[in-house]
C-alpha cells in the first residue's frame, strides 16, 4: 500500500496493528493479521515519522497482555 499518495500534503496518518511476537499475547492468532518488528517504517516510506512504538501493553484487567505497532506519520510538506 502507498500510504504517501493517498494523504494530502500535510496529511497526518495514525497506525495502532498487532505486532508478531513469540509471547503469549490477546489478539489475532495469525502472524497474517500482525506486523513483524520492524516492519511498519517501510510501509509509511514517503511520510516523516512522528512517533513509533513497538511495545507490549499490560491488560488492566489481568489477561494477557497486547503487543502492538504505534506510529504517527505526516506527508510533507507539512507547516506546524
Known amino acids: 500500500a502507498d500510504y504517501a499518495s493517498?494523504?494530502?500534503p500535510g496529511g497526518m496518518l495514525l497506525v495502532e496493528q498487532h505486532?508478531?511476537?513469540?509471547?503469549?499475547?490477546?489478539?489475532p492468532a495469525s502472524a497474517r493479521f500482525r506486523l513483524a518488528p520492524g516492519e511498519l517504517p517501510g510501509?509509511?516510506?514517503?511520510?516523516?515519522l512522528l512517533f513509533l512504538e513497538e511495545a507490549?501493553?499490560?491488560?488492566?484487567?489481568?489477561?494477557?497482555?497486547?503487543?502492538?505497532?504505534r506510529a504517527v506519520a505526516v506527508r510533507p510538506p507539512y507547516d506546524f
Open 43 to 48: 510501509l509509511l516510506a514517503g511520510l516523516r
Open 6 to 8: 493517498a494523504l494530502l
Open 19 to 27: 505486532l508478531q511476537t513469540r509471547r503469549q499475547v490477546s489478539g
Open 56 to 69: 507490549l501493553h499490560p491488560d488492566p484487567d489481568g489477561g494477557l497482555p497486547t503487543a502492538l505497532v
